[in-house]
């Protein structure tokens, strides 16, 4: 790839009350696509590696490209306007007949779900990269909160706390 692009993971996923906040990035800056909430659970289950028994239609797109001989090469977040991110998915076709790519207009969200189930790379453009806000600082801080949750739970939970931490008698 070249420098107007930026090769970035997904950091988290995390499910707000009407859609998911998904948050791209680097070691440098992070930034958030927010997406339908079947998409990001979609996102995270293909994080997680995992497959629902029947396909998903991200899992059946994956096998149409699979059936027909087709890779994707990677995907990109190429452009936003007015709060909307816009992607494309590189794909390349190889048979008998030659070697062509194909550029196709995607949803960001779409697009990460199929790089991540066909484990390929993800990039930003360059420009938007360097445009959007940074929210670092903001997936820390939620992340803090929910292991905060988590301990607290944990320890709610706790059968020794319950009694008093105290053997009882037989």
Known sequence: MN??????????????????????????KTFVIYVDQSVG?????????????????????GSLLL????????VLVNDQREQTFF????????????KKIVEIDARPSDSIVLALQQKRPIYVARR??????????????????QAERTGEEEEGNDPEEE??????PA
């Open 87 to 98: 992607a494309r998915i590189m794909l390349r076709m190889e048979n008998e007949l030659g």
């Open 163 to 168: 009694s008093g931490g105290e053997d009882e």
């Open 3 to 28: 420098h107007d692009v930026v090769a970035v993971t997904v950091r988290a996923v995390i499910p707000t009350p009407n859609s998911c906040a998904v948050f791209l990035g680097t070691n440098e």
């Open 128 to 145: 938007v990269f360097d445009l959007v806000d940074d929210a670092t600082e903001t997936l820390e801080s939620v992340l803090r909160q």
């Open 67 to 74: 059936g027909l001989g087709v890779q994707l090469e990677h």
């Open 41 to 61: 659970n979609a996102i995270q289950m293909a994080l997680a590696g995992m497959r629902r028994e029947r396909p998903l239609t991200h899992d059946l797109m």
